[in-house]
């Protein structure tokens, strides 16, 4: 089927390797942060998510760091597998709803490949 | 967590033609919210559809061509309205649950 993010930036990494996937927000009133996985023809999965009162949050394989100072996010997968290969949006909660989860405003998206 | 799912999946229509998309929840939500997402880029919100009121639409989008309904708590439709080829994109709904937003699988229109 059709796959999203065919015009979106792609990172290629090999297996096994450590992915970097950046994020840049413009937002400074944003407090909540997300990201998501999309794989061909699914809607965005959750991954992991981090509250603007952290610099840093571990999940499994994965780890979400924020620098609030210039308004980056990044999304770091250790050991990366193919089954990481999709397209990783992140998303931002807008402030109007402290701490919440609605109304997401979501970044232009990065498409990992992961080559064997 | 939540199964959300959505009717159609997939869809090809005419130009002037209207679709409405359902999207069905297996528990009881406050929030529902439907994104658009065009091809090849990122997922922009359409409007927030709370049960008993009015949806809330974003900058650039309005009821009369994409109206929304929010008859219960587990169940949203939303209607694309007079199509052209621009709406041709994947429609998402999402509901909110704790702090985590959970999506649909989409439903992928093209508007010949």
């Known amino acids: 089927g059709e796959s999203v993010g065919l015009h979106l930036p792609t990172l290629s990494v090999q297996e096994g390797d450590n992915s970097i996937i950046n994020c840049a927000y413009s937002n400074s009133a944003s407090d909540y942060f997300i990201w998501y996985k999309q794989e061909s023809g699914k809607g965005p999965q959750f991954i992991i998510d981090?509250?603007?009162?952290?610099d840093k949050r571990q999940g499994q394989r994965v780890t979400v760091l924020l620098n609030k100072t210039v308004k980056h996010l990044s999304l770091q997968i250790a050991a990366t597998q193919p089954g990481d290969s999709a397209v990783y949006f992140c998303?931002?909660?807008?402030?109007?709803?402290?701490?919440?989860?609605?109304?997401?405003?979501f970044g232009t998206g990065t498409r990992l490949q992961v080559t064997l | 967590s939540a199964v959300i799912s959505q009717k159609p999946s997939r869809d090809i229509c005419q130009r002037g033609t209207s679709l409405t998309i359902q999207c069905q929840v297996d528990?009881?939500?406050?929030?529902m919210f439907w994104y658009r997402q065009q091809p090849g880029q990122s997922l922009t919100l359409i409007a927030t559809a709370n049960q008993g009121s009015e949806a809330t639409y974003e900058s650039g989008f309005v009821i009369d061509k994409f109206p929304i309904s929010r008859p219960n708590l587990t169940f949203s439709t939303l209607t694309v309205s007079n199509m052209s080829p621009e709406d041709s994109s994947i429609y998402l709904c999402?509901?909110?649950?704790?702090?985590?937003?959970?999506f649909g699988p989409g439903t992928r229109l093209t508007v010949l």
């Open positions: 981090i509250r603007s009162n952290m």
């Open positions: 998303a931002e909660n807008d402030g109007s709803d402290t701490g919440t989860a609605s109304k997401l405003t």
């Open positions: 528990s009881q939500v406050t929030m």
């Open positions: 999402s509901v909110t649950i704790g702090r985590e937003q959970f």
